[in-house]
């Protein structure tokens, strides 16, 4: 899953990506998705506000465990319609040895809305 590196990218084109620390408030079962998903609603502070996301993280986390963890989002990004469901941000994970998706997490307490740099 690993693969190559991404063709380089100046600093002002990682700029225009928007990531962003919010906080889980809810998670649901999503079984419309075609491959196993949750639908997160997730709270990015006054600025950004409260946002939707689909993410296929159900073989690592439940939604009692993601309730209240702090997750990174790419938050400009177009929303994606999935199936009857409106993504409005990009969850973000990395692959395990076989794949499947671990979040991206924070070691401290942050505020939510804070920008990654």
């Not at 990218?9 to 999503?30: E, H, L, N, T, Y």
Request: a neutral charge.
């Amino acid at each position: 899953m690993s693969g190559s590196p991404a063709e380089r990218i100046s600093f002002d084109d990682f700029m225009k990506v928007d990531i962003r620390v919010g906080q889980v408030v809810s998670a649901d079962p999503f079984p419309e998705a075609r491959k196993p998903a949750f639908k997160l609603t997730i709270d990015f502070g006054p600025d950004i506000g409260v946002k939707k996301s689909s993410a296929q993280i159900t073989v690592h986390y439940t939604p009692e465990q993601l309730v209240g963890r702090k997750v990174a989002a790419v938050v400009n990004f177009p929303p994606r319609q999935i199936g009857p469901f409106m993504s409005e941000v990009l969850t973000l994970g990395f692959p395990d040895a076989v794949g499947e998706v671990v979040l991206v997490g924070v070691d401290r307490d942050i505020p939510v809305g804070g920008r990654l740099f």
